[in-house]
């Protein structure tokens, strides 16, 4: 036993060996270039969603060099992958920052692997855009959200269900894959819905593993739980691959978006590509952005990515205009402070304002969140999203939720000279705890 | 809203004795045109009950196309068009008469939105306009629609409706709309109590949600009768619901053993740890994609069997996949587990990104064929037809693969080179080919288990690592070697997982058969069906 274990760190070394090799391989580009990481898993479960965002970097390093650089200098992009392993992610980001000497780096999707990269860039003091939605109940001077936090896509669907347009639902099922974000998020909806007078026995929350592919009971307990004579409706935090089989089982056993809508918060064009969805006319997802949106803008964007891509079927999403308004105001703070220095460049972030695709301007703001419209889509027999209400202006991410015990009384503010990410305002100290 | 609908209503039975004149359609016309003005939902859903409230049966078609988001806006001079996708072009309808209009480019059309409210809305108006269609199925679900949005102004067109009916399940139907009309209808509590037992007595989720609502709103009488009728209801949906679960058990069990079964082959007779097992499962899967992907571009026709089609094709892929890596690398490592296991680990990430780098890393749509789609009802039980099917197949492959090990001179030869292989040698079995035919039969129907699974899951590169754990385990559990084991396996697992689900939750659940799995193999580490013989004991 011992030899063969002796075997398989000496092929488990080899290969990190090789990794290596081939990242410094990249390193070796002349000196007088801007480097910018991207930290985006290329293989393992999560490449589905994040290939896809390693590539639109590409995209938006290419252009500006296009547009002459930065500062008189040319962006080179470092791509490395941390194949879906969150403690990979963490070396990867070191590596990013301390080897390639990165001045910012854009990645991660899942919170778990965002966790583990935090401590990495508070010690080496970098910059890391996370672009995805998230549960919020977090802010790092090092990090800069352009996701969603819950107030900007959760609160806002509840909201238009909960409307005459949305159908009035007063009955709800939380359906979630069982890891952090389903579960906070939940957890401040079933604080939210409560508040707005929703007893305790219309709500019903549930948890599947990841990757889940057998539905049936759990579809067949949301129509057992939709036949109370109230409208009914899903508010599903279901994540990545699992979605499809849900989907799948939902159109199958004949639910229909008029009886009991599904409101995902996962669920986005890429999601849906790999899905026939006449079935799934009518069932919603709210977003900050959606490829339907008709704007200039988004026009251009879409042509660029799908000439940048080489393929005319590829779809836009969220999480990509979130890279998209994260990189522009990365730019625009490097030119406000003339240096790529992350220190400087973290102070010049905050009050950065750029377009975002669906017609507005996205800031940022003290809390290292952005301001953005919320959409509510419905699903289309094509694949897209057809938007059904919008907010009537920008949101501001709220990082500490209202909603929840913990977390109410925290604010965050990174601008001297409170600099300080969960200030607590009843107590007027730093260092107040959130729930997570 | 009611009131308009009641006399819409009238007016619909009046006119269908009458005939509408020329001047309906004139109205029609100009009421249809305001669809272009319309700023938001809202305001289309005012034309649309506008629309219902002439009562016109004419008014179907453009209703229809609403729902069905396929009514348009020509920008050039706002008329409103019935328009139907072509290739590179909609083509045009007039939204009464049907007739064709020439066609027009998406660019000078605007699509009337519709969300699920309007759907709605236009579902309850066409349910009381379909309700004298010459088509069964057409009465049918307008019946049905009428039973879940109940109106008292219903009441009426229903009694004509019964009156003329003549197919009895229709008529039944028609009399259960008509009870639930009156019981949200200020009708005599009498009537309610025979309305309630008449819904009673259809006894599905429909009649539980509406005798809910109404024994929230109702008294005296009239509640504890729906107290009554909930409570048998209940009971009977009790029963009903122990037999979803043994079902659902089943379906489950049928995956387990889809996915399994080539593992029975490969590790259960062979021996061989091979993790990349449900990679051959994904190979299946990509199979069908390409299959289905050549068939949508070039033969239209034979989208139905292009399951059929590519059965032969995923396990020839795999087979042959299986064979390179048998050839390759296991025969090098045979008696060398944990080396197999190392390396075939590395063959299966291989395949994940050579297919990932191929296909790229999104999911590609596999469609269900028409036959694989939808569902029926036994009693109260909703029965999937893609689980029906896959279950059916799953016995099939199981049947079939039986009989080769069985009943055929390559079965002899495997299971001889199991039992004993030096003495298999010496009676002169080639056990190196034997070994490379077996593992490629393992491989193939893996892959045939990919033409399966691909219409129940993602078809994308992790899709194999979600089956192997499950495989791995089926397999272990059932007893190492043995066909049968692996069947019983499987579905043993399914039926106490899916018993589990409801009361556990799908996390715990899982967590418990883990569980219980463990406390087994300790109990009995050959699993349920071990098999005897030199090899085993060696």
């Known amino acids: 036993m011992r030899g063969n274990f002796a075997k398989i760190t000496k092929i488990l070394s080899a290969g990190v ?384 939720s209202d909603y929840l015990p913990d977390s109410k009384d925290l604010i965050s503010d990174w601008r001297a000279p409170l600099s300080c990410g969960n200030f607590n305002v009843k107590t007027g100290k730093c260092g107040g705890k959130g729930t997570n | 809203m009611k009131i308009f609908r009641a006399i819409g209503l009238t007016l619909l039975f009046l006119l269908t004795t009458l005939s509408s004149s020329g001047a309906a359609e004139a109205d029609l016309r100009a009421i249809i045109a305001k669809f272009a003005t319309a700023a938001d939902f809202s305001e289309t859903g005012v034309i649309v009950r506008e629309l219902t409230a002439t009562g016109d049966p004419a008014v179907e078609r453009p209703l229809a196309a609403l729902a069905e988001g396929n009514l348009y806006i020509r920008a050039a001079d706002s008329m409103v068009f019935v328009g139907k996708e072509g290739s590179d072009s909609i083509q045009l309808f007039d939204p009464l008469s049907g007739e064709a209009a020439g066609e027009a480019s998406a660019d000078d059309l605007t699509q009337i939105g519709v969300n699920n409210t309007l759907r709605r809305t236009i579902r309850d108006a066409l349910g009381t306009l379909t309700l004298g269609s010459k088509d069964p199925t057409v009465r049918i679900a307008a019946a049905d629609t009428m039973f879940k949005t109940p109106d008292a102004a219903n009441i009426g067109p229903l009694d004509a409706a019964i009156a003329s009916e003549t197919v009895a399940s229709v008529k039944a139907l028609l009399e259960q709309a008509r009870g639930a009309s009156i019981l949200v209808s200020d009708k005599p509590d009498a009537d309610k109590l025979a309305a309630i037992s008449l819904i009673g007595a259809r006894g599905d989720r429909d009649a539980l949600s509406l005798l809910t609502s109404v024994e929230a709103n109702a008294s005296g009488a009239v509640k504890e009768a729906a107290t009554a009728a909930i409570a048998s209801i209940n009971s009977t949906l009790a029963f009903w619901d122990a037999g979803q679960n043994i079902w659902y058990g089943i379906s489950l069990g049928s995956v387990l053993l889809l996915a399994a079964i080539g593992l029975a082959i490969t590790f259960g007779v062979m021996g061989v740890i091979n993790m990349a097992h449900g990679e051959m499962v994904m190979l299946g899967a990509y199979t069908t994609f390409v299959v289905q992907q050549v068939i949508r571009t070039s033969f239209p026709g034979l989208f139905d069997w292009s399951l059929v089609i590519a059965l032969p094709l995923a396990f020839l892929v795999a087979a042959l996949v299986g064979l390179a890596i048998e050839h390759g690398i296991i025969r090098f490592l045979y008696g060398r587990p944990l080396e197999t296991l190392l390396a075939t680990w590395g063959v299966s990430l291989i395949l994940q990104q050579a297919v990932r780098t191929i296909f790229g890393p999104t999911n590609q749509e596999v469609g269900n064929p028409s036959w694989m789609s939808g569902s029926f009802d036994i009693g109260q039980l909703a029965i999937t037809w893609n689980r029906l099917w896959i279950l059916v197949f799953a016995l099939a492959v199981f049947g079939v693969l039986l009989y080769v090990m069985k009943r055929t001179p390559w079965g002899l030869q495997m299971r001889a080179v199991t039992a004993n292989r030096r003495m298999a040698a010496s009676m002169g079995i080639k056990t190196p080919w034997v070994d490379a035919l077996t593992f490629a039969l393992g491989s193939g129907i893996a892959g045939i288990a990919g033409v399966a699974l691909s219409q129940i899951d993602n078809v994308s590169p992790n899709l194999g690592r979600g089956y192997i754990i499950d495989s791995f385990m089926v397999v272990v559990f059932g007893g190492v070697g043995n066909l049968w084991g692996t069947l019983v396996g499987a579905f043993s697992l399914g039926i106490v997982n899916k018993f589990l689900e409801p009361y556990a939750g799908a996390v715990l659940g899982k967590i418990v058969v883990l569980v219980l799995i463990i406390l087994f193999i300790q109990k009995r580490p050959r699993g349920l069906f071990a098999l005897k013989g030199r090899a085993v004991e060696a």
Not at chain 1, 214 to 220: I, Y
Not at chain 1, 331 to 343: E, F, L
Request: aromatic letters at 10%; charged letters at 20%; glycine letters at 8%.
């Open chain 1, 17 to 400: 060996v090789a990794a290596g090799l081939l990242a410094s391989a990249s390193a070796k580009a002349a000196e007088d270039t801007i480097k910018v990481g991207i930290l985006h898993s290329l293989s393992g479960t999560m490449a589905i969603s994040e290939t896809t965002l390693k590539d639109v970097m590409l995209m938006l390093i290419d252009e500006q060099n296009a547009k002459g650089g930065l500062l008189g200098k040319k962006l080179e992009a470092v791509v490395v992958d941390p194949a879906s392993n969150w403690p990979l992610f963490a070396e990867k980001a070191r590596e990013l920052i301390s080897k390639d000497k990165v001045a910012a780096v854009f990645g991660c999707w899942t919170s778990v692997s965002r966790k583990s990269v935090l401590p990495v860039f508070s010690e080496l003091d970098n910059i890391l855009f996370y672009p995805v939605q998230y549960e919020g109940e977090e802010s790092e001077r090092n990090v800069f959200y352009t996701g969603a936090a819950p107030n900007q896509q959760a609160i806002p669907a509840v909201d238009y269900l909960m409307s005459a347009d949305g159908g009035s639902v007063k009955r709800w099922v939380l359906e979630g894959t069982d890891y952090v974000y389903p579960r906070t998020t939940n957890k401040i909806l079933e604080a939210y819905l409560k508040s707005k007078g929703v007893p305790a026995e219309d709500i019903m929350v549930n948890y599947t593993p990841f990757g889940f592919s057998d539905w049936q009971t759990e579809v067949s307990a949301i129509k057992k739980f939709g036949s109370a004579g109230k409208k009914t409706a899903v508010v599903s935090t279901v994540n990545g691959d699992a979605n499809v089989p849900f989907y799948k089982e939902l159109g199958n056993q004949g639910i229909k978006a008029e009886d009991i809508p599904v409101m995902a918060f996962s669920v986005g064009e890429e999601e849906l590509a790999g899905l026939d969805t006449k079935p799934l006319v009518g069932h919603l997802a709210a977003w900050n952005y959606f490829e339907s949106v008709n704007t200039p803008e988004n026009k251009k964007f879409i042509a660029d990515w799908h000439k940048f891509i080489k393929n005319n079927k590829r779809t836009t999403n969220d999480p990509m205009e979130a890279h998209y308004i994260g990189f522009n105001m990365w730019v625009k703070a490097v030119q406000k402070a003339g240096t790529t220095d992350p220190d400087k460049v973290i102070d010049a972030m905050v009050g950065v304002s750029v377009p975002n695709l669906t017609g507005g301007y996205s800031t940022m703001m003290p809390n290292h969140h952005i301001t953005k419209p919320v959409l509510i889509g419905e699903i289309q027999a094509n694949g897209q999203f057809q938007t059904v209400s919008k907010t009537p202006g920008l949101v501001m991410g709220d990082e500490w």
